[in-house]
């Protein structure tokens, strides 16, 4: 997520640029590049699990890749301020099984000041969903279109 001018404190337009180029780096579905934007020492809980450092996101994000095949993320800006950056998302993926299930939940964001995650809070439910009923169908992996509507607009 550091990218130059990404950096603490957020105005509107930088908490807004912060959330799209993180959505973007985790779509690319590579645990190495999602990684770097985060601090040496970051700290995460995701659901039930928590995870320490490069290494261990790493490791992790491998095996939810894994799991969670042909995945597709939409985060959008939920709140900010000073260093922090509170966001909703949801993401669709195809499970081992072979079923289809969205993902929604919340994520609070605590940056450096290089603008690299030091925290990051993630509550996560899961949906099985049909098929027919994903709503995510760009080219993947890679960055949604620009023209792709973002959860709002989903009625997400």
Partial sequence: MATSGLVPPFDRDGAIAKVR???DLWNTRDPEKVAAAYSPDSRWRNRTTWVNGHDEIVAFLTQKW???RDYRLIKQLWAFGGNRIAVRFASE???KDGLWYR???NEQWQF???GRCQFRHASINDLQ???ADRLYRWDAPGPRPQDHP???DLGL
Wanted: avoid cysteine.
């Fill in 93 to 95: 993926s195809m499970g």
């Fill in 103 to 105: 993902s929604y939940g």
């Fill in 66 to 68: 894994d799991r969670e």
């Fill in 112 to 114: 450096d000041d290089e």
């Fill in 21 to 23: 180029k993180a959505e």
């Fill in 150 to 152: 973002g959860l709002s």
């Fill in 129 to 131: 969903i049909a098929e």
